[in-house]
């Protein structure tokens, strides 16, 4: 089945605690992008890549990094979460082409105390 | 940069049309897509238009895009309690191009 997978689904953690959310995606799509929902403000774009080491910044990149060493997998990693980066955190992947689809994963309800 | 702009809030009663509106600024967009939002869960891909059509019909789903004045709506024919969610609006130019999305209207469905 074509998905993207993201883990945690709930994360509860206290200031200054490095976290990684995983992204995976089955589907061999170049393009992956992370995205935070907050109440009032939609969905806001936090990174995306287009491809294997090809990454960049979105809307809200600051406090955030990813990497993305393997076409699968895309990881947001926050180094000294604070509480402003609680959020609804989203991972999408299409492929490359004009008329694909951006899938979405399930989401990572993030609360940083 | 580009900017997809909703209301915030819709309520209609069961049983109603409900009509979800969006404007847009991107003129190179080529899909725009309705995101459906149930509480507690991840988005789902209700429906899209392409760029170069005016109207699309899914069932119970009336999508009508306005080029020349980038607006988009999402017309619900006989709305259901189910119906209930955040709808989503986005932007999309394709390929590597940045999906913008809309604040997202809450659908409130009155029995």
């Known amino acids: 089945e074509a998905q993207v997978t993201q883990n945690p689904r709930y994360l509860i953690t206290v200031t200054g605690k490095k976290l990684t959310v995983t992204c995976s995606q089955n589907m061999n799509h170049e393009y992956m992008s992370w995205y935070r929902q907050d109440p009032g403000l939609g969905l806001r774009q936090i990174y995306y890549s287009m491809n294997v080491e090809v990454t960049d910044k979105g809307d809200v990149p600051e406090g955030y990094k990813v990497s993305r060493k393997e076409k699968r997998n895309f990881p947001l990693i926050l180094e000294s979460p604070s509480p402003n980066q609680t959020s609804l955190y989203f991972c999408?992947?299409?492929?490359?082409?004009?008329?694909?689809?951006?899938?979405f994963g399930s989401g990572t309800q993030l609360s940083v105390l | 940069g580009e900017d997809v702009e909703q209301s915030l809030f819709l309520s209609v009663r069961e049983g109603d049309s409900s009509v979800i509106n969006c404007t847009y600024t991107d003129s190179s967009s080529t899909y725009l897509y309705w995101y459906k939002q149930e509480p507690g869960a991840g988005l789902q891909l209700l429906t899209y238009?392409?760029?170069?059509?005016d109207m699309k019909q899914d069932q119970r789903l009336t999508v009508l895009l306005n080029k020349k004045d980038k607006h988009l709506s999402l017309r619900i024919a006989d709305t259901q309690t189910g119906d209930s969610a955040i709808y989503f609006c986005a932007s999309d130019s394709g390929g590597y191009q940045k999906v913008t999305f809309g604040t997202g209207t809450k659908l409130q469905v009155i029995p």
């Open positions: 238009i392409f760029s170069n059509m």
């Open positions: 999408a992947s299409r492929g490359a082409a004009t008329n694909e689809k951006l899938f």
